[in-house]
Structures are given as C-alpha cells and as structure tokens.
C-alpha cells in the first residue's frame, strides 16, 4: 500500500502528542526492508504509552529483531485526534521504525492483554486496510497473528485471527517465523500454510475447528478438522536461564506509564489465589538465577540510562533468594544511584530485612493486596493470609520510615457478604491504628491509606470459572456500603467502574457468537474502550441484545459443573478436574498449600520443569 510519508510527517504538529508516531527512539531498530524475508508489525492495541510498557513487547521484539532476516516495528492505536486525520489524509496505519504501511507486512500480530481491547484491534485493521474477518483475507494480505493472557480464551475474536500463540512466545514464534519463510520459498498458499501451522504445539487455529450449540446456548461440541489437534496445549520456556532476553530497551520520547527497565526474574505463581488467572495460566513457577538477573538489570541500565529499574514478577517475594538478590544488586545500584523498585510483593513476604534493604532506595507509597475484609473470604480465595500477618506486615512497613499504605481488595467475590464488604473498611482502619501505634513512626507525617477496590471477574482457567458475576445493581451497593463503613478522612476510597467489569465478564467467557457482537459495536464507535471517557456501554448493550444473546448469559450466570466452556479444547497444564476441586474447597473456606509445600495435583507436571521438579 502507498504511503504518503511527507503528508503523514505533516500530520505529526497537528496532534497533542506526537512523540507517540514519530518513532526514532533510542535502541529502535532500522533494516533495511528488501533484504528481509519476514516483516512483523507488532499491535499493541492501545495507546503508545501504555504498550511501550508491556514487558513482553520488549522482549518479542528484540527476539525477531536478533534474527537477521527479520524485522519486526512496533504498531501502537492512535488516539482519536490522529486517528481523525489519517483518515482524513488517506494515512493508513503505519508502523513506527520504517512508517511503511502495515498491509505491506507479512505478519500482523496483536497482544490481547485485555478483553477491552477486542475493538481496538478491530479499528487498527480497518486502519490499515485489512479486512476484518480471517475469511475476507487471502494469500496478499498478512496474516493476523494473536497472543498474550487474553488468547486463553480467544473464540470472541476467533472470525479475526488467522492464528493464536498460546502460552510463552520466545520458542514458538521462531518456529513458526521458519514454518513461514519455508512455505514462502516453496509458493505459499494461505490455506496450506495454516494447517501446517497448527501441528506445531502452542498453534491454534480457530478456522480449523467447527463449535455447536445447545438449544440452551452452551456449547455442544468443539470438533477439529484438517487433522487439526483435539487439544492445544499451551508453550513454556523451561530454562529462563538460557532463555533470550533484550539487552536493551526502545526508549521513549515522551512519558509512558512504566518508565523504566524492567528485570524479569521468575514466571508463573506458587500461591494458587482462586480469582487470579495469572497464577494459573502462567504455572509452573521458573525462576532466574541471581547471576542472569544481575547480568540482565546492568546491560539494560547501561543500554537505556535508566535511573531505575523494577523487579518483575507476578509476586516479587516469593523469589527464593530475594535477600541475596538484593545485596548483589543493590553493590552496584545504590553507588549509581539507581533506584530498584519491588511491585508485588506479599503481606506475607514482607520482612523485617527487607524493609531495611527497601530504605535505602527511593520513598514511596508501599502496596499490598488482602483482596478480603475477613479471614473467612481469605480462605476462600485461597489468599492464605490472616489478618496479624496484615497487621504485623505494615507495622515493619511504618516502623521502616513509611507513612502511606495502598491495599488492594476485590468486590463481588464468590461466597461474599455485606459481613466481608464491612470488613474491608475495619481492615483499613486497623491500619491506621497499627500507624498511631508504632513508637518510632516517622515523624511529622500522618498516615494515609489508600483503598482501592475492584470488581470481581470472573475467568476462564480459574476455579471460579463456573461462577456468576455479582450484578451491577448489586455491585454497586456494596460500593455504598463500602463507602458508608469509612468513618475517617486518613483513609481514601477508589474503585472500579461496575459496568466495565460487567463487560469485561461478558467478553472474557465469550463464545464464538460475541464476533458479530465485537464488530458491530466497532462500527457503531467503540474503540479504546478501556478508556472511560471513549467506553460507550449503552452502545454496546444495544448491540449484543439485537443479536438476539444475553449478557447475563455470559456474566451472571453460575455453570454446571460438566458444562463445555468455550475454551475447553485448549489446554494451559492446569485440570478441569483440579480446578473444580479447588471451588468446592472455596465454598467450604477452606485453604490450599502453596506449590512449595506441598504439590495440590493441579497438572501442571506436564511441563517437566520448574517448581514441580524443585524437589524431585
């Protein structure tokens, strides 16, 4: 496709924010196009500054670009402003590092971190001049390529994908880069390459597989053809060791949400929190070696001038050698002065040593997630974490030199009542009183707590996979309630749209037939929908209802046990059977060991590495 370039730079001074497509940055890679054998756009379907902080659009990215016949460019959604004028200039969407069209591409690939995010990338298609349907699309236009958490259960936007990645992408996507420049070389054919894709493991293709449908709406059946597999299991890299990691990271003009270097140092969780899909679909739990992550934290500092980098996982505290980890990185980054910042870490994790190491970087607010107002709703979540061990953890956090505490808590979870709404707010001000407390508290500050509250999801490879969403009216109350139990200005109150989640829900256990629904909400003028000021819920109500389907269907209805789930045929190592064990424990309260204690029989030994094989 033509591109006018010199218009499109022309464009880049009428916009708020153009440091967003200009492209340039440091450590972005330039090719030169004729002599590569592949082109990869790689779609973030959201704003610049929210994508250039996705740690594994970093590391994709400089896969592909170490391989020297590939080239792969970043593709970030416009905001509306630019999106205005590049339709009106006939600018299709382009991608950063070259500016050429993205249709001139030989691969379109999304991560769908998001369910919010299905008509973004239904716009940046049709931005591009890419027919939105997989069917619509022949051998001279890309192929439209999927991945991230949201491809656990990709059938809402399967009529849009010529193909998923389930699972890490490190190992498969080179497979399947060479699956590709073979059928290039040898005449490629649409149809013939993608049955060809499907034999590799961690492939799915959705046209490969006819779905039926009960007169109730469930699903009868998910039936393969083509000798498409029955099951697709999930891919993993098994030694993050000897895994590829980017030395360096693009670095951006303007600011973006995490504006730092980022140190992955394990995948997956031990925990099991039933709610919390992560934990389940990233499992088992692989660590780094303190050695590579050092290496890796100093290349990325050196490469980027970064003055600070995160420590990533999905729960930074339960690194086996978290201590040790410190002292060596914090030998060289505190006489850089380069600060280490410590997300996710566990009430439970918090020590007294490892406030003294936090004291000597920068100050800031400390977060924690009890998620529950009471120990009975912590058990039944599997939070495994009492009410001293909250209480306790603070008081090192306030007796540390801290004086503002975030806790994170969920509403509408399975089994709640008012009792455990109220609970949250007397939570919180136990907080305060641990501060009032403290002998050695710092001086001359008042403490603050900051509650933030989410509305519960339900998801798909958890054990509340099988139950209903609280309603929005009945989110809302407790919303009230939750307000009303607050009796002190130390502690401040947020929480999450009700109608966003009550969206979310539907989306995130969708079947094939919320296609119809995500496109003809696009065309009726959602997108960036997890903006709130772009999310049109009317619009989007209207819309499933004149397909004739009902969200409650989708969101607020509990399943039978032996219900076929929509994504039922793709396997992420973690039982059906194991899961619909731990929902019966959770509505008995009762609490299972994390992975290190004892091994629950969740599945995921199918792996063959990891904590599973720990002790073996």
């Not at 006819?210 to 053809?225: L, R, W």
């Not at 969101?555 to 793709?570: S, V």
Request: glycine fraction near 6%; include cysteine.
């Amino acid at each position: 496709m033509q591109m006018d370039k010199k218009r499109l730079e022309s464009l880049f001074l009428k916009v708020q924010k153009p440091a967003r497509y200009t492209g340039g940055e440091l450590n972005s890679v330039v090719k030169n196009a004729a002599d590569m054998a592949v082109r990869i756009a790689f779609c973030f379907p959201d704003l610049y500054e929210v994508g250039m902080s996705h740690l594994g659009m970093k590391i994709l990215y400089g896969l592909y670009n170490a391989q020297e016949d590939t080239w792969c460019e970043r593709v970030f959604a416009p905001d509306t402003d630019m999106e205005d004028l590049m339709r009106q200039n006939d600018i299709p969407l382009f991608a950063l590092e070259s500016r050429d069209a993205v249709a001139d591409f030989d691969f379109v690939a999304f991560t769908l971190q998001y369910e919010m995010s299905y008509t973004g990338v239904l716009n940046m298609l049709d931005l591009a001049g890419i027919p939105l349907r997989a069917a619509d699309r022949n051998e001279t236009h890309p192929l439209v390529i999927g991945g991230g958490p949201c491809a656990c259960n990709p059938e809402p936007m399967a009529d849009f994908f010529d193909l998923f990645i389930l699972g890490e992408g490190e190992e498969v996507n080179l497979e399947l880069n060479d699956l590709y420049k073979e059928h290039k070389r040898n005449g490629y054919r649409k149809d013939v390459f993608l049955r060809a894709a499907a034999q590799i493991e961690g492939v799915y293709v959705p046209s490969l597989y006819a779905v039926s449908y009960n007169e109730d709406g469930t699903i009868a059946s998910v039936t393969p053809k083509d000798n498409a597999p029955a099951t697709v299991r999930k891919r993993i890299v098994r030694d993050l060791n000897s895994m590829y990691y980017p030395e360096y990271f693009v670095v951006p003009f303007t600011n973006i949400v995490h504006d730092r270097a980022m140190s992955e140092i394990f995948r997956g969780c031990i925990r099991g929190c039933r709610f919390c899909q992560a934990g389940f679909i990233y499992r088992p739990v692989r660590e780094k070696s303190i050695d590579t992550i050092d290496r890796q934290s100093r290349a990325l500092c050196d490469s980027t001038g970064y003055e600070e980098f995160s420590l990533s996982s999905l729960s930074t505290s339960d690194y086996t050698k978290l201590p040790e980890l410190l002292e060596t990185l914090l030998d060289w980054a505190e006489p850089q002065h380069t600060n280490m910042s410590l997300p996710s870490l566990r009430v439970d994790g918090f020590s007294e040593e490892l406030a003294n190491k936090l004291n000597v970087l920068r100050r800031s607010g400390l977060t924690f997630a009890p998620e529950a107002g009471t120990q009975r709703l912590r058990d039944a979540i599997n939070k495994n974490l009492s009410e001293a061990e909250i209480l306790d953890t603070v008081g090192k956090a306030f007796r540390g030199g801290w004086s503002a505490v975030k806790l994170y808590f969920m509403m509408g979870l399975p089994t709640e009542t008012a009792e455990d709404i109220v609970g949250i707010a007397q939570l919180a001000q136990k907080v305060t009183w641990v501060y009032h407390n403290t002998p050695d508290k710092p001086k001359g500050k008042g403490v603050t707590v900051s509650v933030s509250c989410s509305c519960f999801v339900p998801k798909p490879f958890t054990p509340f996979q099988w139950e209903p969403q609280d309603t929005m009216e009945q989110l809302m109350e407790k919303q009230k309630l939750l307000s009303s139990s607050v009796t002190t200005r130390k502690i401040s109150l947020s929480w999450h749209d009700a109608q966003t989640s009550f969206l979310e829900a539907v989306l995130a256990r969708g079947d094939r037939r919320l296609g119809a629904v995500i496109e003809d909400a696009y065309r009726q003028g959602c997108k960036l929908d997890s903006w709130s000021e772009h999310f049109r819920f009317d619009t989007w109500l209207e819309t499933i209802k004149a397909h004739g389907l009902d969200p409650a269907f989708y969101a607020n209805r509990r399943r039978d046990k032996d219900e076929i789930f929509p994504w039922d045929h793709l396997d992420y190592g973690v039982s059906k059977a194991f899961l619909w064990r731990e929902n019966e424990k959770a509505h008995a309260a009762k609490t299972t060991p994390n992975c290190r204690e004892q091994c629950s029989g969740c599945g995921a030994t199918c792996f063959k590495g990891g904590v599973c094989y720990e002790h073996r």
